[in-house]
C-alpha cells in the first residue's frame, strides 16, 4: 500500500512538473520531464558519464570511510577517558562551527584540485555528525550497567565490548545514516570548486551552460545514487541491531 501511494506521488509531481512546463512556468529554467529524461538516456549510454560516476563514488567511499572511522574513533577515545573528552569539548564544538563549505577553495590550496582536496571535504562533514553522535551514545550507557560489569569481574574491554558499544550502536548508525549525504555534500561542492571529472563538476558545466536539462539530469542522478546508498546502509542497520526491539532502533531524539 505504501509503494502505491509513493507511486501516485511520483506520477502527480510528473503531472504538474508537466503541466507547468506548457502553461505559467518558462522551460527555460524548469526544463520539462520529456526532456530530462531525454538527456537521462543521453547520458546512460556516454562512457564519460561512467567515468565521473565513478570518480564522485571513489571520493564519497574514501571520505566517508575516514570521517566516519575518525569521528567514531575520537568518540570512542573520549569516552574511554572523560576528562579528555572534558578538555577538548570546546574546541570541538568551535571546530564544528566553522563552515566547512567555506575551507574548500582553502583545501584545493593545501591538497590540489585532484581526488584529495573533495575526499578530506566530505571526511571533515561527516567526521563532526558522527563524533557527536558515537560520543552521545556512549555517554548514554546508564552507569548502573557498566557498574554491574565492574561487580562481575568484568575487564574495560570487556565491558566496552559487551555493554558500551552494544548500548551506543543506535546512535552510531543513526550518526553513520545522518551523514551520508553530507559526504556526498562535501564531494560535489569540492567539484564545483575545482576538478575536471566527476558528477558535481558535470552538474556545474550544465548549471553554467544554462542547460537546464542537463542540470535537472543530474540531481536526479545524484538523488537515485543517494538513494540507493542509504537503502544499503539501511539494511545494514537492520542486520546490525536485529537483537534491538524495532522501536528501540533509533534513539528518541534522532528518531
Not at 14 to 22: D, K, N, P, R
Not at 56 to 72: C, D, F
Amino acid at each position: 500500500m505504501i509503494a502505491i501511494l509513493q507511486a501516485m506521488v511520483f506520477v502527480a509531481f510528473l503531472l504538474f512538473w508537466g503541466i507547468a512546463s506548457q502553461t505559467f512556468a518558462d522551460p527555460f529554467y524548469i526544463s520539462t520531464p520529456a526532456a530530462v529524461f531525454a538527456k537521462l538516456a543521453t547520458e546512460l549510454v556516454d562512457p564519460s558519464f561512467y567515468r565521473d560516476l565513478r570518480v564522485t563514488a571513489l571520493e564519497l567511499a574514501a571520505g566517508y570511510a575516514a570521517g566516519a572511522l575518525g569521528g567514531i574513533g575520537t568518540a570512542v577515545l573520549f569516552g574511554r577517558w572523560p576528562t579528555l573528552g572534558r578538555v577538548f569539548d570546546p574546541f570541538f564544538v568551535a571546530m564544528n562551527s566553522i563552515p566547512r563549505i567555506a575551507l574548500a577553495p582553502l583545501l584545493v590550496i593545501w591538497f590540489g584540485i585532484d581526488l584529495a582536496s573533495k575526499i578530506v571535504l566530505a571526511a571533515t562533514l561527516v567526521y563532526f555528525i558522527t563524533f557527536f553522535n558515537a560520543l552521545g551514545g556512549i555517554r548514554s550507557v546508564e552507569q548502573r550497567l557498566i557498574n554491574i560489569g565492574h561487580i562481575v569481574g568484568a575487564s574495560d574491554w570487556q565491558i566496552f565490548r559487551k555493554i558500551i558499544l552494544p548500548g551506543s550502536a543506535s546512535w552510531i548508525m543513526a550518526g553513520l545514516r545522518i551523514s551520508l549525504p553530507f559526504a556526498l555534500i562535501g564531494v560535489i561542492v569540492g567539484e564545483f570548486v575545482a576538478a575536471a571529472s566527476g558528477l558535481g563538476f558535470r552538474l556545474n558545466f550544465y548549471a553554467t551552460s544554462y542547460n537546464a536539462s542537463g542540470t535537472m539530469a543530474m540531481l536526479i542522478v545524484m538523488m537515485v545514487f543517494m538513494t540507493l546508498l542509504n537503502f544499503s546502509i539501511v539494511l545494514v542497520e537492520r542486520w546490525l541491531l536485529r537483537w534491538q526491539p524495532r522501536d528501540a532502533a533509533v534513539p528518541r531524539n534522532m528518531a
